[in-house]
């Protein structure tokens, strides 16, 4: 099973820019957290953009629906910033024909991989495993647990994505 | 829906004793990896023994066992150390009631979690993920992956779980 | 020996907060840093303020000239944001009497200590030896370098101490 | 100044081998651990050899005490297990020439510097900087202080070199 990787950005590859003082992104870190991980998983890694989502516009969600439409894979994980994961899940769902044979995860970090204390790896490793295990829909997994798009929002005060 | 998670010990859990110079055992890591990995899923964390796997008996095995069939949870986690995880999924196997419905995911670590380079919180992500996900039966879930008992062997020279 | 460290902020002590993606300031973490690096140095540590150095004013730094001034101990260590230390330096040295006894270093980092890959460690360790081995004045001790205060700048492209 | 690092091995440079599960020794983490710290100090790393200090032999010993001794620099800094520091520290001091310009600080880890909880960087940007501010002599830097060879031991109830 051979599964496609998307990288968009998001807190997950933010790093701190030690000129400036401030978070900013340079390459992604998936390959590095692929292999801390032992990944045995056929993946194929590809960023179509480095932002963060409250920056991501609608040309930027239509380029990744083309994406994901083109795509010989029939398993597609994405990471991407949690605050409009929502919005990007729902462009997908929304897009992708209703025969489509596709299960689309997204996932996301709390808090940058290169941090110490991030959760990115456990996610990583929650989505690569929901997207190989679920039946065609499109999922947001964060926190261990897996949803589906329409079925859950971040709450804005404390950060946690909850079912709705 | 709520998961139980027997802990046996093994590379996940090993820590480095700074008196002898030398690798033992203290108390689990996993309540410490769900925290970081900001889990969500209702989980209760149980300690059936801290061991090498190497040094697992017959006797260990029946007690794993034993606690999986008394679990009023479906779906069953064991972290465990990887020489001879395969061994004892196959009791698991041998064990259950052909009409049991529970899922039960073995998984481990390459690297014990206390150091900074440990697989284990993304083996953990994994194995909360699929043993939500997949049918009743018995897997094991490494690097990603996951296995049915029975189509899995560790490969003794380099150490990676391998279809059969 | 007795010790006193000075806590002022600066980038040791950023942290990544995850409800607003952005960095900001909590507690220190010195005590936390003491314990991991198994310091046996007499130390007390405080904590006279919590910001970024672009933002010290001379009311900031003429507090802490004058908790300097009133430590009972000769060796004081102050951590510091790097972007002004060198003027903080000064002040300290315009300020101190010529007969001062007091060895004064200041230090900090140029990676939070938040992050994995963080030296600020590295420049703890260091300029807690400093400020033990050199005599009376004051002195920027960074990247394993100590420089007496009048003889050191930051290079603002490269984020380097060097000699002038 | 220029400095000349010796590496012996140690706790500092062990590796958990995830073949055997054992702990190991692989290349030194020296230059790694340089960098981390941003190290700007002049020096130039050499492996004598890589071994746990309980294993080291007379001709060990004799063989550290020899390369101080033909090493052009003054300042000297050795990393070396913790168990038998003070002995080969008493070596050096026993060989050197009363008249010897030399600096030379041992120093070590309790803790792999390959696990996250290591006080192996702050160690060694200590005895970095006590090798550059201390005249000539041998001394052992741990936990942020600094011992002089002849008053040290290391409590082998507790682990900590404590003065005698």
Redesign the interface.
């Known amino acids: 099973m051979s599964i496609r990787i998307f990288v968009t950005g998001g807190?997950f590859d933010?790093e701190?820019n030690?000129?400036t003082?401030?978070?900013a992104f340079e390459d992604t870190h998936l390959p590095e957290?692929?292999r801390?991980?032992?990944?045995?998983?056929d993946v194929s890694v590809r960023t179509l953009m480095m932002i963060?989502s409250l920056e991501m516009t609608d040309a930027d969600r239509a380029l990744i629906v083309e994406q994901c439409r083109q795509a010989p894979e029939s398993r597609i994980l994405i990471t991407h910033g949690t605050?409009t994961m929502v919005e990007t899940a729902a462009a997908l769902a929304a897009a992708l024909a209703p025969e489509s044979r596709q299960t689309i995860v997204l996932t996301g970090a709390?808090?940058?991989y290169?941090?110490?204390?991030?959760?990115g790896?456990?996610?990583?490793?929650?989505?690569?495993?929901?997207v190989?295990?679920?039946a065609p829909g499109v999922y947001i997994?964060?926190?261990?647990?897996?949803f589906e798009w329409n079925r859950v929002r971040k709450n804005p005060e404390t950060?946690?994505?909850e079912a709705i």
Chains 1, 2, 3, 4 share one sequence.
């Open positions: 807190t933010k701190y030690e000129l003082g401030s978070l957290m692929l801390l991980g032992r990944c045995r998983v963060d605050d709390m808090i940058p290169a941090f110490g204390s991030s959760d790896l456990f996610n990583l490793g929650s989505a690569l495993s929901f190989q295990a679920l997994a964060m926190n261990g647990r897996c950060g946690v994505f």
